[in-house]
C-alpha cells in the first residue's frame, strides 16, 4: 500500500460544521468533487446530522457519500486508551439506538465544553461561551474555543495551536480539560458500530503519542472486534508530526500497513480535511485508490450503492 503525492479518488475522513470544520457538508463536497475525489466520507465528531446534506450534495456532483462519523472515546489509563478515536463507517444514520446515544454524547459535550471555557476564562483569557457555540454552528470542539481565544486575545497567543499548548492540549500547563458526564469506552464505540450495521476503524494510529505501547494497545482492539486501520493519513498536517519529512510520513504509513497486515485488519485512508482550521490539508491528499476502496467495499459493503 505504497503512499504517492497525489489527490486520491476515496477520501474517507473529513469534517464539515457539524463538528469542528469550517464547510458546510454541501460545499465540503463541492470542493471534494473539484479536487477529483468521487467516494467520500463525512466523519464529523460524534454526530451524522451532516450525512443527508451531504449526500444530497454527492448526488449532483457525482460523489458517492459513505455515511460515517468519528467518536471520541473515554480515556482509560489503565489500559493504554488514551485520546483514542474511532472512525464509524457505513453505519445506519437512521438507527434509532446509534440516534439516541449521539444526542446524549452531544448534550455531555455542549455541557463540557461550556465548563471548559468557564475555566480558561478563570486564567484571565477571554472568551465568551456564546460566541465559541455561535462558531461551532453544530457540535462545540476544542478548536472553537481555540478560535475565539485567539480572535479576543491576539497579543497571548502566536495562532491556534499556540492556544492548544497553553490551555487546551491534555497535558497543556494550565490544563483546562474537564471530563465529560457521559462518554463512550472505546469498546462502547465498536460495539456501536457494529450494531448500526457499520465497520469500525481507528483513526490514525501514529498519532496517539501519549499510549506508551501503540502496537500492543491496537492488537487489544483487534481482538474486541475493531475492522481496520486508517494507514494513509496526513501525518506531516497534523499535530504529533506537523512539519515532518515526507519520508517520516512514508515510514508511519508503511509501519501500520504492515501491522494491519500482521492484525488482518483492513485498511483504510484519510485526509482529516477540517478546511480552515486545518490549513494546508485539501481533500483527497490521504485517501485509497479506486481498486483499494472496491476492494474494502466489497468486503465490509459499507456503501452498497457505489458501482
Not at 519520508?247 to 492484525?263: E, M, S
Request: net charge negative; hydrophobic share 40%.
Amino acid at each position: 500500500m505504497p503512499d504517492h503525492a497525489q489527490t486520491y479518488p476515496v477520501d474517507l475522513q473529513v469534517h464539515s460544521t457539524c463538528s469542528d470544520g469550517t464547510d458546510t457538508p454541501a460545499r465540503l463536497v463541492e470542493k471534494a468533487a473539484a479536487q477529483g475525489v468521487r467516494v467520500l466520507a463525512l466523519t464529523d465528531h460524534d454526530n451524522i446530522s451532516g450525512v443527508a446534506e451531504a449526500t444530497a450534495a454527492g448526488a449532483r456532483h457525482g460523489v458517492a457519500i459513505v455515511p460515517a462519523l468519528e467518536f471520541s472515546t473515554r480515556a482509560d489509563p489503565q489500559q493504554d486508551f488514551l485520546d483514542i478515536n474511532i472512525l464509524g463507517y457505513g453505519v445506519d444514520p437512521a438507527d434509532e439506538t446509534l440516534r439516541t446515544t449521539l444526542a446524549r454524547i452531544v448534550e455531555s459535550r455542549i455541557e463540557q465544553k461550556i465548563r471548559q471555557v468557564e475555566r480558561l476564562q478563570t486564567y484571565g483569557v477571554d472568551a465568551p461561551v456564546d460566541e465559541v457555540l455561535a462558531a461551532a454552528k453544530g457540535v462545540p470542539g476544542r478548536v472553537h474555543i481555540a478560535q475565539v481565544a485567539l480572535q479576543r486575545n491576539p497579543e497571548k497567543f502566536a495562532d491556534i495551536d499556540d492556544v492548544f499548548r497553553q490551555y487546551l492540549a491534555a497535558d497543556a500547563p494550565c490544563s483546562t480539560y474537564v471530563q465529560r458526564s457521559f462518554s463512550l469506552t472505546v469498546f462502547d464505540a465498536i460495539e456501536l458500530t457494529h450494531a448500526a450495521g457499520g465497520a469500525a476503524v481507528l483513526a490514525h494510529p501514529g498519532s496517539y503519542v501519549r499510549v506508551q505501547h501503540v502496537e500492543a494497545m491496537i492488537a487489544r482492539l483487534a481482538d474486541a472486534g475493531l475492522d481496520g486501520l486508517e494507514v494513509r493519513y496526513t501525518y506531516g498536517q497534523n499535530r504529533g508530526y506537523k512539519g515532518a519529512s515526507p519520508q517520516v510520513v512514508a515510514k508511519v504509513i508503511t509501519h501500520f500497513d504492515a501491522l494491519a497486515d500482521r492484525l488482518g485488519l483492513y485498511k483504510t485512508g484519510g485526509s482529516d480535511y477540517h478546511g480552515a482550521t486545518k490549513p494546508g490539508i485539501r481533500p483527497g491528499q490521504a485517501g485509497l485508490t479506486t481498486a483499494e476502496w472496491r476492494r474494502l467495499n466489497d468486503a465490509l459493503n459499507l456503501l452498497p450503492q457505489d458501482k
